[in-house]
């Protein structure tokens, strides 16, 4: 929170403008949902941090990356714990990794799912990586699980 204060010169008036800064904030998720109790923790706390963040108004992007790939497929079935609220931050999901969708083998439940597959880092050797560069040269605030 910026607050401006303005007064005037016999100091009687006092002026407050209270304004929120906006976060650009990116949660990037690489647990594997086959690791058990604490990978499903860490995917509990990054989907509470971005229903926060959406709830705050500040800009958010959900990243699925490395095994994390494998999440989407999990967090759209109904009977998932955590299915309500993977759908109240649905629509910032970004997509997820392609190459590490390729590898952990997630590619066609990733589409299946509806999800971009991001390939913005074209780096040799790969079917094209998500940028998580991209977030922090661009000043997001950059939280992994």
């Known amino acids: 929170m910026v607050s401006h204060v303005a007064t005037t010169r016999c100091g009687q008036t006092l002026t407050t403008i209270k304004t929120k800064l906006k976060m650009k904030t990116a949660i990037i998720i690489l ?6 109790e604490e990978a ?4 509990f706390n990054a989907l509470a941090i971005a229903a ?9 992007e959900i990243l699925f990356t490395g095994t994390g790939t494998r999440w989407p497929a999990e967090l759209s079935q109904p009977a998932h ?3 309500g609220l993977y759908q109240s931050v649905r629509s910032s999901v970004a997509g997820a ?15 299946a ?3 971009p597959a991001i390939k913005d880092n074209n780096l ?22």
């Open 31 to 36: 647990s594997d949902p086959k690791a058990g």
């Open 40 to 43: 499903l923790g860490r995917m």
């Open 52 to 60: 926060e963040a959406v709830q705050q108004g500040d800009e958010t």
């Open 81 to 83: 714990p955590a299915h």
């Open 97 to 111: 990794c392609h190459h590490c969708a390729v590898v952990f083998g997630a590619a066609d439940s990733v589409k």
């Open 113 to 115: 799912c509806g999800l």
């Open 124 to 145: 040799a050797g790969t079917h094209g990586l998500a940028s998580i560069h991209r977030y922090l040269a661009e000043g997001w605030q950059t939280v992994v699980f």
